[in-house]
């Protein structure tokens, strides 16, 4: 199982920016998906998950009202759509598999990250 | 919300065992999972619902969880073990998964 994510950037505060996560060697369908973010020299932070379907996600209280996540089964990606966008976003963020259908679950494949910079 | 709470460090030599806790009220009732990051690098899941192993981690890594604290623990440590250790549970009141803050384990 692979999985690649792209979108980070170098954005402005009150910015937009859309992360994906392609997945590969797997039935993406079968999972749910979540985003992970790490500030520099910090902890992991859980940002957002959404089930196999698409039917239930779920964020953080620092994001929510201003991140979406979204799937797309036909093209085994993943996305998180930030809006207005903080300078305490700024993080490496993970695109990783649930271990099953449920969401409740470990996360047992992880991606490299893509970076995100909220700067002025 | 729940918290889990980890010893920022823990130094080991090498050849000796590493225990590594998470202590969160009542977490031997929940399921603990617990990921290697070594620097630079993406986590990696090494043991999860408390003391299960997922494929290719050596049987030297372990996990145990009872009353108010889970442990991981890794027999006979070598360099390549010299990371940062997150544990992870699901928030049942919060209804969402939260991470411990991490204990960075130095190999002397």
């Known amino acids: 199982v692979h999985l690649v994510e792209s979108g980070g950037a170098v954005v402005q505060p009150g910015g937009s920016l859309r992360l994906s996560c392609s997945a590969s060697?797997?039935?993406?369908?079968?999972?749910?998906f979540h985003w992970v973010r790490q500030r520099p020299g910090k902890g992991l932070e859980w940002v957002s998950l959404?089930?196999?379907?698409?039917?239930?996600?779920k964020y953080a209280d620092s994001v929510k009202g201003r991140f979406i996540i979204s799937r797309d089964n036909s093209r085994n990606s993943l996305h998180l759509q930030m809006n207005s966008l903080r300078v305490d976003d700024s993080a490496l963020y993970f695109c990783?598999?649930?271990?099953?259908?449920?969401?409740?679950?470990?996360?047992?494949?992880w991606g490299q990250g893509t970076t995100v910079t909220v700067s002025s | 919300s729940y918290v889990l709470t980890q010893p920022p460090s823990v130094s080991v030599a090498p050849g000796q065992t590493a225990s590594l806790t998470c202590e969160g009220f009542?977490?031997?009732?929940?399921?603990v999972h617990w990921y290697q990051q070594r620097a630079g690098q993406a986590p990696v899941l090494v043991v999860y619902?408390?003391?299960s192993r997922p494929s290719g981690i050596p049987e030297r890594f372990s996990g145990s969880n009872s009353g108010n604290t889970a442990t991981l623990t890794i027999t006979r440590v070598e360099v390549g073990d010299e990371a940062d250790f997150f544990c992870?549970?699901?928030?049942?009141?919060?209804?969402?998964?939260?991470f411990g803050g991490g204990t960075r384990l130095t190999v002397l």
């Open positions: 959404i089930s196999w379907d698409g039917a239930n996600s």
């Open positions: 619902d408390d003391l």
């Open positions: 060697r797997l039935t993406f369908d079968d999972y749910t």
């Open positions: 990783t598999k649930g271990f099953s259908s449920s969401i409740r679950g470990n996360m047992d494949v």
């Open positions: 009542n977490i031997g009732s929940y399921s």
């Open positions: 992870h549970v699901w928030d049942s009141s919060a209804d969402h998964p939260v």
